[in-house]
């Protein structure tokens, strides 16, 4: 099993940055590529962003431009700098892994991936 700690989430105006960290533990062997994904009340899991071992990212066309993924091979570990946030980015961002290499179009679908973080909340206030 692999096991996250998330940070980073919190309450900001719109316009302002967060930075979200996620950190693997256990069998972080098995893992290729990782993510993050968000969930606001009332709505299903969305896709975020996703970058894999060999550093490819995949984004979806609202979140270009606005969020960078990054990850630390060395720490097993995955961020996600989004700028410019709006109200409609508030939700719970939930890190993900998978041990395959998701690429698009199957990488925005939650189902395709082996495991996921607790959750962090990002609140963005008008």
């Known amino acids: 099993q692999v096991q996250f700690v998330e940070s980073g989430g919190g309450l900001v105006h719109t316009g302002g940055s967060l930075r979200l960290s996620c950190a693997a533990s256990?069998?972080?062997?098995?893992?290729?590529?990782m993510g993050w994904f968000r969930q606001a009340p009332g709505k299903e899991r969305e896709y975020v962003a996703s970058?894999?071992?060999?550093?490819?990212?995949y984004y979806t066309e609202s979140n270009q431009g606005r969020f960078t993924i990054s990850r630390d091979n060395a720490k097993n570990a995955v961020y996600l700098q989004m700028s410019s946030l709006k109200p409609e980015d508030t939700a719970v961002y939930y890190c993900?892994?998978?041990?395959?290499?998701?690429?698009?179009?199957?990488?925005?679908?939650?189902?395709?991936?082996?495991?996921w973080g607790q959750g962090t909340q990002v609140t963005v206030s008008s």
């Open positions: 993900s892994a998978d041990s395959a290499a998701l690429r698009l179009p199957d990488a925005v679908r939650p189902s395709w991936w082996d495991y």
């Open positions: 970058i894999n071992w060999s550093g490819n990212t």
């Open positions: 256990g069998r972080t062997f098995s893992i290729s590529a």
